[in-house]
Nanobody, 124 residues
Framework: QVQLVESGGGLVQAGDSLRLSCAAS????????TGWFRQPPGKEREFVAV????????YYGDAVKGRFTISRDNAKNTVYLQMSSLKPEDPAVYYC?????????????????WGQGTQVTVSS
């Protein structure tokens, strides 16, 4: 089993930056695809970004492309989400997720493991 723990959420102002971290434990995720989804209040969970841990290939959702950057540190078994130019529509609970098949997917049901989520709030 893989446990995922997110950190780094908080309250920021529009235009600010924030970095989320996702630390995995239980087993190495270096052969996985690991990513982020977010869920605003009252809405469906939305794909944000995913990275293939083995080679660093990435895939982003349209809403965050050009503003968010996903990266990984295999030595630390950790994935990061650098969020820049935060907008009033970005607030949500951000969830880290991982799938054993390293295909870069934007489909929530393709993922095997989920963290508990971290809240991101943006004030205008």
């Amino acid at each position: 089993q893989v446990q995922l723990v997110e950190s780094g959420g908080g309250l920021v102002q529009a235009g600010d930056s924030l970095r989320l971290s996702c630390a995995a434990s239980g087993r190495t995720i270096s052969s996985y695809a690991t990513g982020w989804f977010r869920q605003p209040p009252g809405k469906e969970r939305e794909f944000v970004a995913v990275i293939r841990m083995s080679n660093g290939n990435t895939y982003y959702g349209d809403a965050v492309k050009g503003r968010f950057t996903i990266s990984r540190d295999n030595a630390k078994n950790t994935v990061y989400l650098q969020m820049s130019s935060l907008k009033p529509e970005d607030p949500a609970v951000y969830y880290c997720t991982a799938r054993t098949r390293p295909t870069l997917s934007n489909y929530v049901n393709d993922y095997n493991y989920w963290g508990q989520g971290t809240q991101v709030t943006v004030s205008s």
